[in-house]
């Protein structure tokens, strides 16, 4: 009978059929243009507030508090910061599956990590010590937006429109990924005011952000008893027709670390690799980070609407891992400028085209919808995990073989990152 009622629900996409979609087509004729908007917000409100502070921003104080072990020091703050993701991204993402309140399951998560992340940023932070301290809060807050921000497309979006409204959420990924760290390179004369302009920045993105979400009172679901098969089913790792949902995940870990050993150590690859100024890094960043927004917004915006007409998700997200790869030949064989600025060309058009594709991929290979909250904060945990493991790696390549070795181990990620994800069967 369980069988017969999931094949009467079964909603055929692009890709394949999706079972267990809380919102279906039939109920959703139209795009839910506020949902759309909302999620375009979404990764602006922690991702690039939070991402910026932290590639550009706190590596440019540790500069200025310490030349002489600035590397460490980011290699160290990236290993607790990752270790404090990986217990709480998980962690947030099953509670807000569980959470009944008049504010509905997510809201809570988001407003609480917002508020979190902003005194921290904007407090006064006088010494490398105190700045790893007290940014393991910044980790657990950032984790908490994330693991209860996307699962709002599973929770209030139809099959048919989730691909489109991933579309909105790439285009704001790829934004807050270049757009912020374009912005925070205008304050690398001015740290401390440049921290105090990325925390208002979270604060305001996530009311306009939770505004338009409107989330509603949730107390009406049914409540979770805490039960043995409940504490398993909502606070362990997916054991059932999970094969596709374990590639998704590691595919997307690969892919950004390979990414993140790159662009965590921007600063310092146009200072100490080429040999420029602070000045003139300054400048070289901000044309590589637009060269990244324009190419990378172009992409996610042409990449999903692409991939609906073709049928296809998964071959373009491959191409886009391999593209970043790829694109990471040109600073490792030449130390100039324009081989950076070649390598944001393809990696712009790698980030959009993947920002754009790999929501609607993450959907599709979900073990159960019940547990979207915490499945999705694997997802999600796997792009902060590979963020912070890549600082992590990175500043122990570099202690002990110099900057060009992290464009072998960049490439080398990217290949793993685009096999595993060759590798799914569910999605085309």
């Given at each position: ?251 997307k870990f690969f ?64 191409i886009a891992t ?7 030949l040109f600073p ?97």
């Amino acid at each position: 009978m369980a069988k017969k009622d999931e094949e009467k629900d079964a909603v055929k996409t692009t890709v394949g059929v999706v079972t267990n979609a809380k919102v279906k087509d039939e109920q959703q004729p139209k795009l839910p243009w506020m949902i759309s908007s909302a999620m375009f917000l979404a990764p602006l409100c922690w991702y690039g507030p939070i991402g910026s502070t932290r590639s550009v921003l706190i590596p440019q104080l540790f500069a200025q508090l310490d030349p002489a072990h600035k590397v460490w020091a980011v290699g160290i703050l990236a290993t607790i910061a990752s270790i404090t993701g990986a217990v709480t991204n998980l962690l947030f993402g099953a509670l807000s599956d569980v959470t009944r309140t008049r504010f509905g399951k997510r809201k809570p998560y988001i407003v609480l990590g917002t508020i979190a992340i902003s005194l921290v940023l904007i407090a006064n932070m006088k010494s490398i010590v105190a700045i790893i301290a007290i940014w393991i809060v910044a980790a657990a807050a950032e984790n908490a937006i994330a693991a209860a921000i996307y699962p709002q497309i599973s929770d209030r979006v139809a099959p048919k429109w989730r691909g489109t409204v991933s579309t909105f959420y790439g285009v704001g990924f790829t934004i807050a990924q270049q757009g912020f760290a374009l912005l925070a390179a205008q304050f690398l004369g001015n740290v401390k005011f440049g921290i105090y302009f990325m925390a208002g920045c979270t604060v305001v993105l996530a009311i306009i952000h939770e505004l338009l979400i409107n989330e509603k009172g949730n107390l009406d679901e049914p409540k979770v008893k805490f039960d043995k098969d409940s504490l398993k089913k909502y606070f362990f790792f997916p054991t059932h027709d999970a094969r596709d949902f374990y590639l998704a995940l590691f595919g997307k870990f690969f892919m950004v670390v390979g990414s993140t050993i790159v662009t965590t150590f921007l600063l310092f690859i146009f200072t100490d690799y080429i040999g420029q100024s602070t000045g003139q890094a300054g400048t070289s960043i901000s044309i590589f980070s637009s060269i990244m927004l324009f190419i990378g917004v172009f992409f996610a915006l042409v990449g999903g609407p692409l991939a609906d007409k073709l049928g296809r998700v998964k071959a373009p997200v491959v191409i886009a891992t391999f593209a970043l790869g790829a694109a990471a030949l040109f600073p490792l064989f030449v130390k100039e400028p324009w081989a950076m600025f070649a390598y944001a060309v393809i990696a712009a058009f790698g980030n959009g085209l993947y920002n754009s594709v790999d929501g609607a991929l993450n959907m599709d290979v979900l073990p159960s919808s019940d547990t979207a909250g915490k499945d999705l904060g694997l997802i999600n945990l796997a792009n902060t995990l590979g963020q912070m493991l890549g600082a992590m790696v990175a500043s122990a390549i570099v202690e002990a073989f110099g900057y060009g070795a992290i464009f072998i181990f960049a490439i080398g990620m990217e290949l793993i990152g685009g096999i595993a994800i060759a590798m799914i069967k569910r999605v085309k």
